[in-house]
């Protein structure tokens, strides 16, 4: 019975992005030929943001992520590809790549900063690198309106001793290297993408992260974002990112606000 | 689109308010201890003439091993197995011993640094304590330095008996420090708990951990505070025993200065650490041994320091100063103060008793 239960709320937890959906599809109006294109790159396309990455449009389905600043510390590429679009409905896939080895090594040390230890019985942090592969499937139901749902699996490459003392338990940080410590992870996911204007629009998103097999095997995080496209190549965007998880303590929710200052050329 | 942003809204509201904690948390001058039962409880002895009160600052289950903090060390973060096994052997000693109430500074019980294991619920199952009371003196998320990563470490009062009207009492922050490193800094407190012994009526015990390495007068600040709460009591009626780690000499000590002592390889030949010298504090404790009766009484110790020694910051340096008391308004049975100077390699501090006179 608990079981059930706990698949129930995770369920209402997947799918709280489409909480909003019901109302905005009762107010639409019927204008065929609109379509959701707020957040979209378009070949040869670039997009950045203070602490968004940088995005290149590689064709209009294809897309090029990295954040450039921390490629020096943490070696990083996102590929989104749509492959299939038919009607309102599309197929997306997205690959990334991270080496977080140099910015973790950078960050054990003594004194103000040091977020991992330097501790002499433990080893330093290893070479490794993770790879993320998701699917997403899309549908657009309404021309103002877009949702998805995505399922996704990563796997991670540890060359040497990774100490189990080197966790960052924080909120995002924490589940997104624990695929280093177990190996691999599972993500299922839901979002939608409302453009209220042409000026602005909302965004919402959830997903599942599950460790299978580790100590601490679950995390939901949710972020619902408002932006303003407030010229042609400038948009801010404001919002917060709701997280519950699992931690080496036990279980925690976070609140956290999103901020981010973009530019398109 | 009003009725989305407003469930969106509802569902963020209600979900933060349940779980959502600041990064470091700033306690209010007053506020409810945390209580811990053991998970099987034990019928406590008849009281007779006497309960035996223990006092004991236990480092956080890090028993000797060179920690960076606190003893020229350079380990942070400890294994849970080293961890356990020092709490083991605290555990063993306290088995030993059989205080009737116990005093405890230094306990973690939500840090990285040992494991997260939560030691009072570990301690309260390990011994025949069946409650604890617990007061936070460093909580916080997350310590953005030296991989501290996030810690709740604090005082505890472990007692055969329940405990009621448990207290977290702030003390005054240090005041040496720059406001960045005080907001992530500890916040020492005096947690205060009446102790439900059947046969007496109105027990307090007040347990103190004073400021270690402040070089203002922060010290005598908390000293002062602890006295203030004292005398609330004794002028109330009750029956007190206050303790802890004061981290004070006292007065009329031989050595005042533990710069060498304390000072690291690597340091200069001139560098005194912070807290080593407590030349200008020596007058500090007077107020509360003028007051109130100690368990080693101030003549005994004047004519042997270093029989009654509880702290050296080194495992290799024998207990070489007197920082952990006992006092009462009530009266220490003759002749039974003991410290447990056998405990070298369980903690940085020895732990003190004494059998307090009660009159069922």
């Known amino acids: ?265 | 689109m009003k009725q989305a942003i407003y469930s969106w809204a509802i569902v963020v509201i209600v979900i933060g308010a349940m779980g959502c904690e600041p990064l470091v948390t700033k306690f209010p001058e007053n506020s409810d201890a945390i209580k811990y039962s053991a998970q099987s409880h034990e019928s406590p002895p008849a009281v007779g003439n006497s309960l035996l009160i223990m006092t004991w600052n236990i480092r956080f289950g890090a028993a000797r091993i060179p920690w960076f903090g606190d003893s020229c060390g350079e380990r942070v973060i400890l294994t849970k197995a080293e961890v356990q096994e020092a709490l083991s052997a605290i555990a063993d000693k306290i088995n030993e011993v059989q205080p009737d109430i116990l005093l405890v500074q230094e306990v973690d019980v939500e840090s990285n640094r040992t494991g997260y294991i939560n030691q009072v619920q570990w301690l309260l199952d390990h011994t025949y304590f069946n409650y604890a009371a617990y007061g936070s003196m460093w909580k916080s998320q997350f310590v953005p330095s030296d991989g501290l990563g996030r810690i709740n470490t604090g005082q505890a009062v472990f007692s055969r008996w329940e405990l009621s009207d448990t207290e977290r009492i702030q003390l005054a922050l240090r005041g040496d420090q720059d406001a960045l490193t005080t907001y992530f800094y500890l916040r020492r407190n005096i947690l205060k708990t009446k102790v439900m012994v059947p046969e007496i009526d109105n027990l307090y015990v007040l347990n103190i951990h004073a400021s270690a390495f402040s070089t203002d007068d922060t010290k005598q600040q908390h000293v002062t505070e602890f006295k203030e709460v004292f005398d609330a009591l004794d002028s109330g009626g009750a029956l007190v025993i206050g303790g802890g780690d004061f981290n004070l000499l006292p007065p009329g000590s031989d050595s005042t200065n533990y710069c060498d002592e304390d000072r690291c390889q690597d340091d200069d030949p001139d560098f005194c650490p912070e807290g080593s010298d407590y030349t200008p504090e020596m007058t500090w404790m007077e107020p509360i041994y003028n007051a109130y009766s100690p368990a080693v009484s101030l003549s005994d110790y004047l004519a042997s320091n270093s029989r009654y020694f509880t702290h050296s910051t080194s495992g290799d340096v024998f207990w070489n100063r007197k920082l952990d008391y006992l006092f009462t308004n009530g009266t220490w049975s003759a002749g039974t103060d003991s410290t447990y100077q056998e405990t070298m390699q369980l903690a940085d501090h020895a732990p003190v008793s004494a059998r307090l006179a009660v009159q069922p």
Request: hydrophobic letters at 40%; a positive charge.
């Open chain 1, 1 to 265: 019975m608990r079981r059930i239960l706990q698949r129930l709320v995770a369920l209402i937890l997947l799918l709280l992005p489409l909480l909003g959906t019901t109302t905005v599809i009762s107010a639409q109006e019927n204008s065929p030929g609109r379509k959701v294109e707020f957040d979209k790159v378009r070949k040869g396309d670039f997009h950045v943001g203070l602490f968004g990455p940088l995005r290149y449009g590689l064709a209009n389905n294809m897309e090029l992520q990295t954040h450039p600043i921390f490629d020096f510390v943490i070696p990083n590429a996102k590929l989104i590809w749509t492959h299939k679009t038919a009607g309102n409905q599309s197929i997306q896939t997205r690959h990334s790549l991270v080496y977080p080895t140099p910015l973790l090594r950078l960050i054990s040390r003594k004194g103000t900063g040091g977020i991992l230890p330097d501790d002499p019985t433990i080893v330093e942090i290893p070479s490794m690198i993770s790879l993320y592969n998701e699917i997403r499937y899309y549908r657009i139901p309404f021309p103002s309106l877009e949702y998805y749902f995505s399922g996704g699996i990563g796997f991670a490459g540890v060359f040497g001793d990774l100490d189990e003392r080197t966790t960052i338990d924080l909120p995002v940080v924490f589940p997104r290297l624990g695929v280093f410590y177990n190996g691999y992870s599972l993500r299922v996911g839901s979002g939608m993408d409302w453009k209220l204007s042409p000026q602005w629009g909302m965004k919402s998103d959830a997903e599942l992260i599950w460790l299978p097999g580790y100590s601490e095997a679950f995390f939901w995080e949710h972020s619902g974002q408002v932006r303003w496209q407030f010229s042609e190549s400038w948009n801010l965007m404001a919002g917060y990112l709701l997280t519950f998880g699992t931690y080496p303590f036990g279980k925690q929710y976070h609140l956290l606000p999103l901020f981010d200052l973009g530019y398109r050329w």
